[in-house]
């Protein structure tokens, strides 16, 4: 059953879409979610050996998972169905996500966190999917926008519930994961199947490829666009005790105020993609990312600093919605759901390399100059989409 505007665009059911959003959450809540816990974790785990690593793979191994598996899940789902890899992946979050909360080793607690982010992988893939095949192409902007809107909220409720969890008992962020068991109640009730032609394996056509040149520089704009923003959460909280004697509280509202920004753009995204091209709105993500770390690393106060973050949360706000619709508009329906799946494993690839490659450089030049690079960075790759979009016909 479908709803239609008076501009003739076709709307499924709302409880459809809210479903799909709540499940959208799902995915921006895997790592925020413990984050909190890590130093209780520390302490619990002490005695074992090599503890101070395993910890902190706890939180990195699921976008490990994530890389490796996003692509073997999207094509599984071109041939059973979406819904089905989106129950089976809801599953493996529950048990990967919650075995925190009852194992008691750190090699076990590694094993859960690499099907949670199995689990994470099918769900990324499959609900955008779901999402785009639901709603007409004109209805994409709207739905996809709303989608980054409560990705945004998400992070903020994980960051503000983890913590108060995590003040009780290290392993009570765990018991986060287990709003998915809802999430599999009501896919079934509200969330069919789209009738999506599949691609026919014997189609080598260019429209049937999830590689595609203009699909490879998506691939490559949801990587560098990572790494240059995951600068922030994962070095920000340093340097904003540098600039402003921040501590981990205020350090911890700045970024969720980053993820507040991200909300907002989403639910401003109809209006923006109404009068922007994505090729424009990809110009406008990587000149916030440019301003915003600019600014952030060149901060002598911890208000320029947090104007900084605010600026690229801007950023990150119109980077979910505007690679997927840009993408879901390029690539064949059939092989729609191959090509969010290499979409999510460039994005966790630059959630794994931002620290690798930025570590080096803030040992070489200093932590606000590592900011600065990066936006400059930023700032020549939307200079490239813009030289691109401008030479197209």
Same mark, same amino acid.
Do not use: N
């Given at each position: 059953m479908t709803e239609t505007t008076d501009a003739?665009?076709?709307?499924?059911?709302?409880?459809?879409?809210?479903?799909?959003? /709540?499940?959208?959450?799902?995915?921006?809540?895997?790592?925020?979610?413990?984050?909190?816990?890590?130093?209780?974790?520390?302490?619990?785990?002490?005695?074992?050996?090599?503890?101070?690593?395993?910890?902190?793979?706890?939180?990195?191994?699921?976008?490990?998972?994530?890389?490796?598996?996003?692509?073997?899940?999207?094509?599984?789902?071109?041939?059973?169905?979406?819904?089905?890899?989106?129950?089976?992946?809801?599953?493996?979050?529950?048990?990967?996500?919650?075995?925190?909360?009852?194992?008691?080793?750190?090699?076990?607690?590694?094993?859960?966190?690499? *099907?949670? /982010?199995?689990?994470?992988?099918?769900?990324?893939?499959?609900?955008?999917?779901?999402?785009?095949?639901?709603?007409d192409p004109a209805d994409h902007g709207r739905a996809l926008g709303l989608q980054g809107a409560a990705m945004g909220f998400g992070g903020v409720v994980a960051l503000l519930l983890g913590g108060l969890l995590a003040a009780v008992d290290w392993r009570g962020p765990f018991a986060i994961y287990l709003l998915a068991i809802p999430m599999v109640a009501l896919v079934l009730r509200f969330v069919p199947d789209a009738r999506v032609q599949p691609t026919d394996p014997r189609d080598t056509t260019t429209a049937a490829s999830p590689w595609q040149p203009r699909l490879l520089g998506l691939y490559a704009l949801i990587f560098i666009g990572v790494v240059v923003f995951y600068t922030v959460p994962t070095q920000a909280p340093f340097w904003l005790a540098e600039v402003g004697g921040a501590g981990p509280a205020v350090a911890g509202a700045l970024i969720a105020a980053v993820n507040l920004v991200m909300t907002l753009v989403g639910l401003n995204f109809r209006r923006l993609r109404a009068r922007w091209s994505f090729p424009r709105l990809a110009i406008a993500m990587f000149a916030a990312f440019a301003v915003g770390l600019v600014v952030l690393g060149t901060a002598s106060a911890l208000w320029t600093a947090a104007l900084g973050m605010v600026v690229v949360g801007l950023g990150v706000g119109l980077q979910n919605p505007t690679i997927n619709g840009w993408l879901v508009s390029?690539?064949?329906? /059939?092989?729609?759901?191959?090509?969010?799946?290499?979409?999510?494993?460039?994005?966790?690839?630059?959630?794994?390399?931002?620290?690798?490659?930025?570590?080096?450089?803030?040992?070489?030049? /200093?932590?606000?100059?590592?900011?600065?690079?990066?936006?400059?960075?930023?700032?020549?790759?939307?200079? *490239?989409?813009?030289?691109?979009?401008?030479?197209?016909?």
């Open positions: 003739g665009v076709r709307h499924p059911p709302r409880s459809l879409l809210a479903t799909l959003l /709540g499940v959208s959450t799902m995915t921006i809540m895997a790592s925020a979610t413990i984050t909190p816990a890590l130093p209780g974790m520390q302490r619990h785990f002490a005695a074992e050996p090599h503890a101070e690593l395993l910890v902190r793979l706890v939180l990195t191994l699921p976008g490990l998972a994530i890389m490796v598996s996003a692509p073997l899940l999207a094509k599984l789902s071109g041939r059973t169905g979406r819904v089905p890899v989106l129950l089976a992946c809801l599953a493996l979050y529950t048990v990967g996500g919650g075995s925190g909360l009852l194992l008691d080793s750190l090699p076990a607690l590694l094993v859960g966190r690499a *099907v949670l /982010g199995i689990g994470i992988a099918g769900i990324m893939t499959t609900s955008t999917a779901l999402i785009a095949d639901h709603h390029t690539a064949s329906p /059939g092989a729609r759901t191959r090509s969010l799946g290499l979409l999510t494993s460039a994005l966790f690839l630059g959630q794994f390399s931002s620290p690798l490659i930025a570590q080096p450089v803030i040992d070489a030049v /200093g932590m606000g100059t590592t900011f600065v690079l990066s936006g400059a960075l930023a700032a020549v790759v939307g200079v *490239v989409v813009a030289a691109i979009h401008w030479r197209s016909p």
